[in-house]
């Protein structure tokens, strides 16, 4: 199968010559895609890809539902949040509900940098300090906050030297391919404990610290058990707090669980949010302790002209109707573990399949040269992605070495969607790439 040239447009040159060029597309020659529906996109030459990637369409790309809300609401009323109006009220206590019931006081925002860099800012007023631990490989947004604590060298070649002073590192706690790998990965959690002390004794006690709950920038790695109990105890025990970047892995996207932190058995002191929650949508949310929330105040106020507007709040509502209702979690779970059970077999016929990590509909396929010294097959890697296109799957790689499919579709995806994306993968994999 070859994929029928692009229909003949400039439009492509035209990005390149007016959008900035460090904002990147997918594939270099990408096929024009102006129609989405469910875990499906449609190129103007007709052609339908699987979109295996997409965890901003969370609900599924086109959702009558969101359009039905979106339409309503804009010929209602949108304006900013400091109005009074019903949307507000009803989204903020239904994403409370969502969370521990300590986790009762919202911040609405409109993407995930927004929702880390909020949550940064939180920390440093709550504790009055302005250090800052965050863990390695990460990649948290790009406002001046979120980049700083973001050290994926796959997104910025100069991360770790270009740091500012108040944001400190811990390894990636990464039990495939780090340092510490299978049972030995329980060292990562008394190592970061034993760093964050020796930063507080030098005079530098984080405000807090801050990591993804389950590794997504490295293709959805489970941190090792106990990782974040180990850690939060410790930077709480010298005055910090735990902050949880969910926007890539919350929301009912793991399957079992509908946050990344229930995995680990830990409740955070602030949670940033953002994608899924919106659907495509521009949504964040920073969710925390009133107490914390009430410490903004030595900032000033907090105000952000769309973020919890009518129109966002009905969005987000909406959201987490649909979830509810074509029970997508669970979806996540089934689906996702039917998905993760095909990759494993894959694994067992394809040596350069090195592992499967995840859960639910967060699956990362690693693929290594070597199953012992786990050389990174990078440049397989992107080539697998490109013929995965031209057989009608949408994929990308993940990772520092780039060399992990990040497979985060649509929620509503179907068993035999993710069964084509395993015979696909299956056939690239045999006849070569
Ligand atoms: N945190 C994580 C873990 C992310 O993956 C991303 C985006 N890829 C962000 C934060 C930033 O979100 P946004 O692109 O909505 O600003």
């Known amino acids: 199968v070859t994929v029928p040239e692009p229909a003949a447009d400039d439009l492509l040159e035209r990005r390149e010559a007016v959008v900035a060029e460090v904002q990147e597309h997918y594939y270099s020659r990408p096929p024009r895609i102006e129609r989405g529906w469910r875990e499906y996109l449609v190129g103007v030459d007709g052609r339908v890809y699987l979109d295996m990637v997409n965890n901003v369409a969370s609900v599924g790309h086109a959702h009558p539902r969101i359009h039905a809300a979106v339409s309503r609401q804009t010929r209602l009323l949108n304006t900013n949040s400091r109005f009074h109006y019903a949307a507000i009220t009803e989204y903020g206590e239904r994403l ?20 880390v860099d909020l949550a940064i800012r939180l920390g440093m007023a709550a504790t009055g300090r302005t250090d800052v631990v965050a863990m390695a490989e990460a990649y948290h947004g790009w406002t001046y906050a979120s980049d700083a604590v973001s050290t994926s060298i796959a997104d910025n070649p100069h991360a770790l030297e270009t740091r500012p002073d108040w944001v400190h ?17 329980a060292r990562y959690a008394p190592e970061a404990v034993e760093r964050i002390r020796a930063l507080a004794a030098e005079g530098h006690a984080p405000a807090a610290f801050l990591s993804e709950t389950f590794y997504g920038n490295a293709g959805g790695v489970a941190l090792p058990d106990g990782y974040l109990r180990e850690v939060y105890a410790a930077v709480r025990d010298l005055g910090g707090l735990a902050i949880a970047d969910e926007v890539q892995v919350g929301f009912g996207r793991l399957g079992s669980w509908f946050w990344g932190f229930r995995q680990q058995g830990v409740v955070p002191d602030i949670v940033a949010v953002a ?7 521009p949504l964040g949310a920073v969710i925390t302790r009133r107490e914390i929330a009430d410490r903004y105040r030595t ?9 919890g507007s009518p129109l966002s709040s009905v969005v987000g509502t909406t959201v987490l109707d649909i979830i509810e209702d074509e029970g997508l979690q669970e979806n996540a779970r089934v689906v996702g573990g039917h998905l993760k059970a095909r990759l494993e077999e894959l694994g067992e016929r394809h040596p350069l399949v090195g592992t499967v990590h995840g859960a639910g509909l967060y699956l990362g396929l690693e693929f290594v040269r070597d199953r012992d010294t786990l050389q990174p097959a ?4 992107a080539a697998i992605c490109d013929r995965l296109l031209e057989l009608g799957v949408v994929m990308q790689p993940t990772g520092d070495h780039q060399n992990v499919l990040k497979i985060k579709p649509p929620l509503c995806v179907s068993r035999e969607s993710v069964d084509y994306f395993a015979d696909m993968l299956d056939r690239v994999l045999s006849t070569g790439f």
């Open 96 to 115: 409370a509900a969502t969370l521990p019931d300590e986790l009762d006081t919202v911040f609405f925002v409109n993407s995930g940098s927004e929702a």
């Open 169 to 185: 590192t811990v390894e990636a706690a990464n039990s495939y391919r780090g340092r510490h790998r299978g049972p030995d990965a």
């Open 275 to 281: 994608k899924s929650i919106g659907a495509g949508f």
């Open 299 to 307: 900032q000033g106020y907090f105000f952000s002209s769309t973020g």
């Open 378 to 381: 990078t440049e397989e890697t």
